[in-house]
Nanobody
Framework: QVQLVESGGGLVQPGGSLRLSCAAS????????MGWFRQAPGKEREFVAS????????YYGDSVKGRFTVSRDNAKNTVYLQMNSLKPEDTAVYYC???????????WGQGTQVTVSS
């Protein structure tokens, strides 16, 4: 069983930056992919970014390409989401998830709120 805990959310002005963290625990991390998703009020869950744990290959949703960067620190069992040039439409609850290669993104964190507003 894997536990995922997000942190780093908060209130930021348009054009500002935030860095989210996702700490994994409970077992030796062997996920093929770690992902970030977000869900805004009245909208469906949206893919944001992902990274492979072993090789570090990254992928991004079209709405965040060029603005967000996903990375990982294997020694700390932690993945990060650096968010730059934030827009009001980025406002959402951001979730960290783990895909171990059998059932998709099976494990999820509790989420952290990101609000972009002046």
């Amino acid at each position: 069983q894997v536990q995922l805990v997000e942190s780093g959310g908060g209130l930021v002005q348009p054009g500002g930056s935030l860095r989210l963290s996702c700490a994994a625990s409970g077992r030796t991390l062997s996920s093929y992919i770690m992902g970030w998703f977000r869900q805004a009020p009245g909208k469906e869950r949206e893919f944001v970014a992902s990274i492979s744990w072993s090789g570090g290959s990254t992928y991004y949703g079209d709405s965040v390409k060029g603005r967000f960067t996903v990375s990982r620190d294997n020694a700390k069992n932690t993945v990060y989401l650096q968010m730059n040039s934030l827009k009001p439409e980025d406002t959402a609850v951001y979730y960290c998830a783990a895909d171990f290669g059998s059932n998709g993104f099976e494990y999820w964190g509790q989420g952290t709120q990101v609000t972009v507003s002046s």
